[in-house]
């Protein structure tokens, strides 16, 4: 069970009594929130907790945190961008980031910890446009599983995976010589070449055009990112309608079709409201772009093919035949749907007994992730179409545009064969359904519907959202990361030097040959030349705007961090 409880601020605290029922849940209240003291800024206090959280050598979940603000009577929510969060109370000890877009935050187990999680926040937000009065915040939050960087296998070991459109790495001949090694961001080659990646088709519609390269800029899955612990829930998606503009819920809301209701739908609306009956039943008849809205909102993005992969099986070779859980079999999965259309989560499925050695009794994959295969159908961008290839990875700013659309130019749109996305894992349908082929258990590299991009609203179909991280690439140098103009390692002299350039130029220094690259001695230097030059920012940019501009760099204690109107730029130290 997901609880996904959001108190309007002025509220008491509603906090139960006991803890919840059951394994996988998330609660997150928003307690009082009150206009700061520096201009634009609202403080709001938070409660997160779940249980079943981990940090251990291998990875660790987290709470992705965002702020929805808006103002008393009627409110149109907006997305408020994050100054600073901070765990003002709790257990085990944690530490919570703020992305460098700021558009949400990664609140995680600081040390080695298994268990239940429990914190109070007190987040600093950028109240933006926001016109006077009585501010109202909501604090929405996701559980996410950290997947690590590094190399990994796609495809399957068993040639006869190349029927299910499985990826292979290619003999001269285009035929099926092995699984195919991802090691870097590196372009990809698809072609039926000695080395390349291929695959086979009998419905390019299903399962690709075979055509490439697959671009340096599309996510491969070498590089860390955050997916979703769980597919999106029905509660967390009625969220999103209830938060949406009226126009705008037109378009997303999935419950007006016949069958819904019987279908394992709860979504509906109550005067105004929206509300779940299940909220923590996965959320089915969920479109591609009902997916991605939702992506959007949330500030995180659709996942690519590879990356699902990735997720499923982490680093090493995968048994032929693999399942996100490690074997070949479905004989130990307890985690199934049962006659009445819950997820068992009992028993031998409590997440509580999630280990190594039970993933593929709770169905849980390398990382921890649950129900890659089975529950819903994962929707990812997939390698096999243009406008798959053309993903960059960008991410969502929390604002959708009309009519309710994620408005990433790069992300592939459009429910009726709009094309670059596609299909894993396997889906459950009918009620008491027996397994079959890929329903609803999918091998890792089965994708016969890998490259189908048609997106009805259907009783198996489902989403799952993704961030990339902000760990720095190793050279310390920009990256196309969207939201990020680049990350730098935060004892990456070299980095924060970057950042510092970045941040005079965006301030329109008058004289440009001061902008020159520079150590850390200098960097201290320019900070007197700052003071002594007095408030430097005046007459080049409006307060708020530099002070947008120095939050970026803000919320490490390590970087830069922008005082109080008119007082000066300060250089903290860093390593
Ligand atoms: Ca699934
Ligand atoms: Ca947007």
Known sequence: MKLFRLCVLGLQMMLPAAPPLFANDLL???????????????????????????????????????????TSDRPRWTHARLVSVAVTGGAPEARCEVTRDRVGAFCAARSAHRGDVDWTLAIEADAGALAGGAIEARVIGLEMVYVASGPFSIGDGDPRSVQYAAYYRSDAQGRHAGTYRVASEDA???????????????????????????????????????????????????????????????????????????????????????????????????????GIAFADWMGLRPMTELEFTKAARGPGE??????????????????????????????????????????????????????????????????????????????????????GRATNDDWPSGDQDGGGYGYRGGGYYERGMADRAFNPYSP?????????????????????????????????????????????????????????????????LSDPSRIERRGHSDLVKRRSWREADGPWNEGSMPYE???????DWNGDGRTLRLGPPRETVILEPFD
């Not at 307690?31 to 520096?38: F, S």
């Not at 490439?212 to 590089?223: D, I, L, N, Q, S």
């Open 28 to 70: 997150v209240e928003t307690g009082a929130a009150a206009r700061g003291d520096g201009a634009g800024a609202v403080r709001v206090e938070a409660r997160v907790a779940w249980r079943n959280g981990w940090r251990n050598d291998r990875n660790h979940d987290a709470a992705w945190i965002v702020v929805k603000l808006g």
């Open 188 to 290: 990809i080659r698809v072609a039926p070449e000695d080395g390349a990646l291929y695959y086979q088709t009998r419905t390019p519609q299903y399962e690709g055009d075979q055509r490439g390269p697959v671009p340096a800029e599309f996510p491969k899955g070498t590089r860390a990112f955050y997916t979703m612990k769980y597919e999106i829930l029905q509660g967390e998606y009625a969220t999103l309608l209830d938060m949406l503009p009226d126009d705008a819920t037109f378009f997303r809301a999935p419950f007006a079709g016949r069958g819904y209701d019987a279908g394992r739908g709860t979504i509906r609306r109550e005067g105004n409201r929206y509300v779940a009956g299940r909220a923590d039943r996965p959320a089915n008849w969920i479109s591609w772009d009902d």
């Open 318 to 403: 995968p048994v032929p035949g693999d399942y996100p859980w490690g074997t070949s079999s479905k004989d130990r999965l307890r985690r199934r749907i049962g006659p009445d259309d819950e997820l068992v989560r009992s028993g031998d499925a409590d997440e509580a007994k999630l280990t190594d050695e039970t993933r593929d009794v709770l169905g849980a994959s390398y990382y921890w992730v649950m129900d890659l295969a089975g529950s819903v159908w994962e929707k990812v961008v997939t390698l096999g179409h243009p406008a798959g290839r053309a993903f960059q990875g960008t991410h969502g700013d929390g604002v959708l545009g009309d009519y």
């Open 444 to 508: 890792t590299a089965w994708r016969s519907y890998g490259s189908w991009g048609g997106a009805p609203r259907s009783i198996a179909y489902g989403f799952r959202a993704v961030r990339t991280t902000d760990d720095v690439a190793s050279d310390g140098k920009r990256r196309a990361d969207a939201g990020a103009a680049y990350t730098p390692a935060l004892s990456d002299v070299e980095a924060v030097r970057l950042a510092v350039l970045d941040y005079m130029d965006a301030i329109d």
């Open 545 to 551: 705007r530099l002070r947008q501009v120095a939050w």
